[in-house]
T-cell receptor
């Protein structure tokens, strides 16, 4: 079975540019999570969706970040405009509502570098 | 104070050694506790849940001390393949939000 798919795997961009990260959750999973990981702050939850509806976006750093989930098989995280401090690894994860709360399945991540 | 705190290490141990990691959490209302493992430049993967009574999975033993608000992970007979970062994770309950420690780095040496 395919796991969580993220694209692109690597992104290098210049400050001020728009960045769009994409995620395809595991088929049938109804929860989707976006995380950011840095050495200093570790893994931080940015936002999560249930049945395509945003449930908690309190981790979204500021208005430059936005996330959408137009359907059950696709989500995007957009940064506009990007800044060097946004450089991090961005993970998408998915889980089942009837599953255990801790069992989140992560994608391979997108490594973002903003110059 | 961070909600979940771990000693970052690194812990350098020889093959076959026993190693233990601790993790403390600040919110006494925390309900669920887990250990995830993250290999270098890879995604986190669930290692095991932590139950009040303690639980064991092969060479791995996890324990919870609610009174002192800490969680532990014990690895016996360390293997080279155990080298990774171990992430302590907490759920407050009532939602799916996981709160993550920064991780403890383990290097098992031949």
């Amino acid at each position: 079975d395919a796991g969580v798919i993220q694209s692109p795997r690597h992104e290098v961009t210049e400050m001020g540019q728009e960045v769009t990260l994409r995620c395809k959750p595991i088929s049938g999973h109804d929860y989707l999570f976006w995380y950011r990981q840095t050495m200093m702050r570790g893994l931080e939850l940015l936002i999560y969706f249930n049945n395509n509806v945003p449930i908690d976006d309190s981790g979204m750093p500021e208005d430059r970040f936005s996330a959408k989930m137009p359907n059950a098989s696709f989500s995007t995280l957009k940064i506009q405009p990007s800044e060097p401090r946004d450089s991090a690894v961005y993970f998408c994860a998915s889980s089942l509502s009837r599953g255990l709360v801790e069992t989140q399945y992560f994608g391979p991540g997108t490594r973002l570098l903003v110059l | 104070r961070k909600e979940v705190e771990q000693d970052p290490g690194p812990f350098n141990v020889p093959e076959g050694a026993t190693v233990a990691f601790n993790c403390t959490y600040s919110n006494s209302a925390s309900q669920s506790f887990f250990w995830y493992r993250q290999d270098c430049r890879k995604e986190p993967k669930l290692l095991m849940s932590v139950y009040s009574s303690g639980n064991e999975d092969g060479r791995f033993t996890a324990q919870l001390n609610r009174a002192s608000q800490y969680i532990s992970l014990l690895i016996r007979d360390s293997k080279l393949s155990d080298s990774a970062t171990y992430l302590c994770v907490v759920n407050i309950g009532g939602n799916r939000k996981l709160i993550w420690g920064l991780g403890t780095s383990l290097a098992v040496n031949p």
